[in-house]
């Protein structure tokens, strides 16, 4: 597949890359994994006991200094066993493409994710330059975007990049959905209609051990369920964000602002939280004159709440991409969280054994992939 995609020449000379940014970008980066994965990959790096810092001197920074030259995030052909400048400055620039803090050092985790063969990450490349092919084009003007392994929120005004913004999704079991929508109101000082599911699964049992649950949670009962009264220690912070969608998902602040400083941050019901709320309203608001800073914080703080349609609606795409190249140019790769890679890989490369049964099994008609129950 990889061959193809760099060699086959298309009778109409139009290709994916120029008119889809983000595929020409993995696809520019496609021939060095495939080089490293056609010589064998890189040798597996040994387990540490514990983190390994500049200064630090063993047999194993040097295998470090030449898997790093291998991804070309250390350059030259220092193979010494001594931890350098040089190779700290390249071991940021992998966890920067990994997703992790920027600390420089060599840790048990960051080894884990040196020791994914090379040729996952062609397969990973390969997934995701599919899942670009049928991705809408992005829309001129204002745009956001959440790339849900990534935990990050992107807003563009065109090409140009405007700010990013880290964010909590959905935790396993409880997936963030990938779609695309039309921001088009802010609430401030919400209530939280709680979801059948929540009442049932949390609420109730709660209520059981506790009679004044409800009381002590700010929370009410209605005709059709039961809500959280706007105020401090609402589980939607003081503003949500909303983009009508069938998964009833949306933007929200959360009081639980500890958890931005995870590396990994799927631990929500759902919805994506923001680290920077205020920062998104005054963002969507910054043309209407009427609602100023200091009319925003107000607003986010009241026991009512205040709803506010937006003149212009803002396109939202909820992405799973994790393998992209960023603005920086750099090749990055994130953990499949919910594990929509291993089901791709599975359907891409995995050939199905001879006495498979499955009803999905592909048989093959004048060379199209047809399942049987098609």
Not at 75 to 98: I, M, W
Not at 173 to 202: A, C
Not at 227 to 237: E, F, M, V, W
Not at 248 to 277: V, W
Request: overall charge positive; charged content about 25%.
């Amino acid at each position: 597949m990889a061959d193809s995609i760099l060699n086959k020449k298309h009778s109409d000379d139009k290709y994916y890359e120029q008119v889809n940014e983000m595929y020409a970008g993995l696809k520019n980066n496609l021939q060095l994994y495939l080089d490293i994965t056609k010589a064998g990959g890189w040798p597996t790096l040994p387990t540490l006991k514990k983190s390994l810092k500049n200064g630090d001197s063993l047999a194993v920074i040097a295998s470090v200094k030449k898997r790093l030259q291998m991804t070309k995030d250390m350059a030259g052909t220092d193979t010494s066993q001594v931890f350098t400048d040089t190779l700290e400055l390249a071991l940021k620039k992998f966890q920067r493409r990994h997703g992790y803090k920027e600390t420089g050092e060599i840790s048990s985790t960051l080894i884990k994710d040196m020791n994914v063969p090379a040729s996952k990450r062609l397969m990973e490349i390969l997934v995701n330059m599919d899942r670009m092919r049928w991705m809408p084009q992005k829309p001129t003007g204002n745009l956001i975007i959440v790339n849900l392994p990534e935990f990050m929120l992107h807003v563009y005004d065109g090409k140009e990049s405007v700010f990013d913004m880290v964010v909590v999704v959905g935790r396993v079991g409880n997936n963030t959905m990938m779609f695309n929508g039309d921001l088009n109101q802010i609430f401030f000082s919400p209530y939280w209609n709680v979801p059948q599911s929540i009442i049932k699964n949390e609420i109730m049992p709660a209520i059981a051990r506790n009679p004044n649950y409800l009381a002590n949670k700010n929370m009410e009962k209605t005709s059709w369920g039961i809500r959280q009264k706007p105020g401090p220690g609402n589980a939607l912070g003081k503003v949500k964000f909303i983009f009508p969608n069938s998964f009833n998902m949306y933007f929200h602040d959360t009081p639980s602002k500890s958890l931005f400083g995870q590396d990994k941050r799927a631990f929500s019901h759902g919805c994506i939280r923001l680290s920077e709320p205020q920062k998104m309203a005054e963002w969507l608001l910054r043309n209407d004159a009427d609602w100023t800073k200091e009319k925003i914080v107000s607003a986010m703080n009241q026991t009512t709440e205040k709803g506010v349609k937006l003149k212009e609606s803002i396109p939202v795409f909820i992405i799973y991409y994790t393998a992209w190249v960023d603005h920086e140019g750099l090749l990055n790769f994130r953990d499949d969280v919910y594990q929509h890679d291993s089901e791709l890989i599975k359907k891409m490369f995995e050939q199905p054994s001879d006495n498979s049964k499955d009803i999905t099994k592909v048989i093959r008609i004048d060379n199209v992939n047809v399942s049987k129950d098609q």
